[in-house]
């Protein structure tokens, strides 16, 4: 069994600087892309940030320059660094994480994308 969950979220003023943290765990044999999406009361949940395996980022032009995702092979976490926050970043924030199951050397076939519970962001003076 595979677990996705998140940490970190909470409420912040304008400008001001929030951390997520996502730690996948379970019978992993390999993650591929990983990756923090946001649905916003009344919008579709977008992509916000991505990186692969391999370390290639990907940004929603909305957050370019703001937010910083890293990722730790070692540990299977992704992170995002959101700094200069704006009112239009509240949202539920969900951990994205494309995963193939089975031991640290063997593959069982199935391969999942799992999701983390969403952790509340709210930016607001």
């Known amino acids: 069994q595979v677990q996705v969950v998140e940490s970190g979220g909470g409420s912040v003023q304008p400008g001001g600087s929030l951390r997520l943290s996502c730690a996948a765990s379970g019978s992993i044999f390999r993650i591929n892309d990983m990756g923090w999406y946001r649905q916003a009361p009344g919008k579709q949940r977008e992509l916000v940030a991505a990186?692969?395996?391999?370390?290639?980022?990907y940004y929603a032009d909305s957050v370019k320059g703001r937010f910083t995702i890293s990722r730790d092979n070692t540990k299977n976490t992704v992170d995002l660094q959101m700094n200069s926050l704006k009112p239009e970043d509240t949202a539920v924030y969900y951990c994205?994480?494309?995963?193939?199951?089975?031991?640290?050397?063997?593959?069982?076939?199935?391969?999942?994308?799992?999701w983390g519970q969403g952790t509340q962001v709210t930016v607001s003076s």
């Open positions: 990186v692969t395996s391999g370390g290639s980022t």
């Open positions: 994205n994480a494309d995963i193939l199951s089975g031991g640290e050397h063997s593959y069982s076939g199935i391969r999942q994308v799992y």
